[in-house]
Structures are given as C-alpha cells and as structure tokens.
C-alpha cells in the first residue's frame, strides 16, 4: 500500500516538474536580458539576478525531473528509492523556488493571511518573469505541501538506521 503512495507522488512530481521546466525553458529561451531590463526600473544588476536564479531553478527541476524518471521506469518500483528522490526534490526544488540561494525574491510568510501571492521581490522586477514567477507558485505551494512529509520522515530513517 505505502508502494503506490510513494509511486503516485513520484509520478504527480515527475509531471509538476516536466511542467515547470517547460514553462522556466520557453521564458529563457524567448527573453533577453535587454528585453528584460526594459521592462522594469530595477537595476541591470538585479535583473540578472533573477535571471541567474530562474536558470538555476530550471536546471534543479531539470534534475529532479529526470531522477523521478529513472525510478518510475525502474521495475519492481524501489521505493526507499523514491523517497530519496522526493526528499532530495524537497530541498532542491521546492526550498529553491520559496528561498533561492542568492537571495533574490523571499517568501512572505503573512500571505496565507493576506490571500496574496506569498512570492516577494525585492526590487521591481521586471513584468514577463513576474508573471511566470506567479503562474508557477501556486503548483511549488501544491507540491510543498505534498512533500513536507519527507522533510521530516527520510531524515528520521535515515537517523535510525545509522
């Protein structure tokens, strides 16, 4: 029973992910960093910022993309496997979207409150990567909640079994 579980998950992920490349991979390869910088009073510096974020972003759904692949195609179906993927995917991806490394847009933890996007940036950003930031957040909020479980569980097993 807890096979298929972990099995549906991995497989509403691998979609969710194959998506949002998608979506990341069609705004980077249609945008320039001129395109962008006109778009918005932000500083050149800042867009590239976001600019670095987004493609960073994109290669670490790419990853978790392709390793929830691997495990689905796999026969039997290894599920300590997959919860090491999805737990990996956790940290990667989801902790990546909500908080990027370089700092350049935060989560504002009051917008559960408040009934508005909880994405948050620091200076004006421009308007296309606004919006593709927008579109996206509802399913990384969808999918963090889905996964919240293996933040906690995959680190206590892996604790046990040391």
Known sequence: ????????????????????VQQLNDFLNEVTLSSLISETSGTKAYVELLLAN???LT???DEGHNACQ?????????KSAAEKVLYNIYHQCIEEF???KNDAWYEDSRSAYT???SIQFHETPPETLKAVIRQLESDFQ?????????ETD???KMIQSN
């Open 1 to 20: 029973m807890a096979n298929t579980i972990v099995k549906t998950q991995t497989e509403q992920v691998e979609s969710f992910l194959g998506n949002t």
């Open 54 to 56: 987004t493609r960073r």
């Open 59 to 61: 290669v670490f759904c």
């Open 70 to 78: 691997v495990i689905l195609k796999g026969a039997p179906f290894r």
């Open 98 to 100: 909500f908080a990027p």
């Open 115 to 117: 009934g508005k996007n």
């Open 142 to 150: 969808t999918i963090r909640e889905e996964l919240e479980y293996y």
């Open 154 to 156: 995959y680190r206590t």
